[in-house]
């Protein structure tokens, strides 16, 4: 069965757990500091700070940027269900506006739609690694606080430079079904010195001395809290691997998007199929290469997703949509058409870095018997 994803590890991240577990210190401590540099350097931002998450880093922004009851915040309903599930966790709500179907992502003008007296901040999510329009949608709501789900987006560039430079704060994840991956994990990046130092405190339950500074100077004076902070930690075995995999990354972009090149113009065959592309204004790390279904295509999306099994690919149903999920069933209606299109007839084919050109023919050839073509 060839695999929607499969992360990309060597030998290298055995030695750097291997090296961690031999120092006697695997918690929180000078390989996340080290690991924090790194990551924010490489997307231009001032400051990272790492999460156990991209979950609980969008949950510090929020918190950060005051978000909290009364507050409403506008967010893609097509999206994975945390970037919801996070405005519910500082009490305040949320609000779904529509998506540009090409890319996926919330415009200005979608966002426009769901604003309200009470709106406070927007979370505009790079969804499957295709950058949003961040600078229109700061020149058209600049009043609101923009956090970036950049989730999906480490190596995707915007305007010729990193998605997150420039970003307020920026929330990333670690996952496996990311690029880059240490398991779980999340970074949270901001220029504000302000910001990431309470984000760095609030991730260690807000503590006046961190563990790890306390072990390196050999403090002994007693530690305050200064709020009520939660545990967020990433752990020093976790960002051994992620500074391996963050030295690797330019290199999975790289063979991502020649597989997705490969993979559009294979695809262009197929009547009225359409793949997922890089916008005008930046190129995507196609984290997720999806394609939607025209309405004349022979099958549904869930007997394509059989039959793809049946012949050895396995492909997923396309991105999310929240507000059909049980736990938003009760703020609607909604009107969000374009995110309702593409839920429903999109799918997520098979793209990791190891993946062979014979395992992307076989693909490609499985989605032309199922369109009921000859092939190439
Ligand atoms: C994966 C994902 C998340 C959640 O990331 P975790 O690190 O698993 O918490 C949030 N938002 C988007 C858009 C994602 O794709």
Not at 85 to 102: L, M, S
Not at 179 to 187: A, I, K, N, P, S
Not at 312 to 323: P, Q, T, Y
Not at 327 to 341: I, M, Q
Request: glycine letters at 12%.
């Amino acid at each position: 069965m060839i695999p929607v994803m499969r992360p990309w590890f060597g030998p290298e991240e055995q030695a750097a757990v291997g090296e961690v577990i031999a120092s006697g210190w695997v918690a929180q401590g000078p390989k996340v500091a080290e690991f924090e540099r790194g990551f924010a350097a490489s997307v231009g931002a001032g400051h990272g700070v790492a999460a156990s998450s991209c979950t609980t880093a969008l949950h510090l922004a929020l918190v950060l940027g005051g978000v909290g009851p009364g507050d409403e915040v506008v967010v893609p309903s097509l999206s994975f269900i945390a970037t919801a599930n996070v405005v519910r966790y500082v009490g305040a709500t949320p609000v779904f506006a529509d998506i540009d179907p090409a890319t996926g992502n919330l415009t200005a003008k979608t966002i426009e739609a769901a604003l309200s007296p009470r709106t406070r901040a927007v979370i505009v999510v790079h969804q499957g690694g295709v950058p949003a329009d961040v600078d229109e949608i700061r020149a058209a709501h600049g009043e609101l606080l923009l956090v970036e789900d950049a989730a999906c987006a480490a190596g995707s560039t915007y305007r010729g430079r990193p998605v997150g430079v420039g970003a307020a704060v920026a929330a990333w994840s670690f996952h496996p079904r990311k690029l880059l991956t240490t398991g779980e994990g999340g970074m949270l990046t901001t220029d504000d010195a302000g910001w990431a130092a309470r984000a760095r405190r609030l991730r260690e339950h807000a503590m006046s001395v961190s563990a790890a500074d306390r072990h390196a100077g050999g403090s002994t004076a007693p530690e305050e809290y200064t709020e009520v902070g939660y545990n967020y930690r990433m752990t020093d075995l976790q960002a051994a691997v992620g500074l391996v995999q963050l030295g690797r990354l330019p290199a999975m972009v790289a063979r991502r998007r020649a597989l997705a090149a490969r993979y559009q113009e294979l695809l262009a065959g197929i009547p009225g199929l359409v793949t997922v592309r890089d916008p005008e204004h930046g190129e995507g790390n196609y984290q997720s290469f999806w394609i939607a279904l025209p309405g004349d295509f022979p099958m549904s999306r869930g007997d394509l997703l059989h039959f793809l099994a049946g012949h050895g690919v396995s492909a997923r149903r396309g991105i999310m949509a929240a507000h059909l999920e049980p736990a938003y069933a009760s703020g609607g209606p909604y009107d969000l058409p374009a995110t309702e299109w593409l839920t429903a007839n999109s799918l997520i084919l098979p793209l990791f870095h190891a993946m062979t050109e014979d395992e992307h023919d076989r693909v490609v050839a499985a989605l032309y018997a199922a369109a009921g073509l000859p092939g190439l």
